[in-house]
């Protein structure tokens, strides 16, 4: 601050700084809760999974028995666990929903877990990614 201090500027950046900290806590509430939902719900959300940077959420890795990060980012990483019976299908499936032939995305199939053995997953629907 410089002097003569200019009380209604020096109140307005106070004031500034105080929303802004305000804001950052709001967020990481709201991102908290929403990665305790996620984990939670033991729905696998597939936000991006077939996008360039191929992400998706933890709660995916925690379904087949893996850590947070475990999986790399890439979707053959996440294709590589489904059972080959299932595998092709639901390629095609994926390629009809990002072609808008479907509304909605919805895939049963079967995912192979960390500890061996597959696990049926129901991948819920979902908006076009």
Same mark, same amino acid.
């Given at each position: ?8 500027? +020096?109140? +307005?950046? *106070? ?5 802004? !900290?305000?804001?950052?806590? +709001?967020? !990481? ?11 939670? /719900? ?6 991006? *999974? ?8 933890? /709660? ?10 475990? *999986? ?12 080959? +019976? ?7 499936? *994926?390629?009809?929903?990002q072609k808008g032939s479907t509304p909605h995305f919805e895939s049963e199939h079967r995912v192979l877990h960390k500890e061996g053995g597959f696990r049926w997953m129901l991948r819920p629907r979902?908006?076009?990614?």
């Open positions: 601050m410089t002097k003569p201090i200019d009380f209604p500027v +020096a109140l +307005a950046r *106070i004031g500034t700084q105080l929303s802004h !900290k305000h804001a950052q806590e +709001a967020l !990481k509430e709201s991102e908290e809760r929403y990665a305790l939902a996620a984990r939670g /719900s033991n729905d696998g959300l597939w936000t991006g *999974i077939f996008r360039q940077r191929g992400a998706f959420l933890a /709660s995916l890795e925690g379904y087949a028995g893996y850590e947070e990060g475990e *999986i790399g980012d890439k979707p053959e990483e996440w294709f590589d666990r489904i059972h080959d +019976a299932d595998r092709e299908r639901v390629k095609e499936e *994926i390629a009809a929903h979902g908006r076009r990614p």
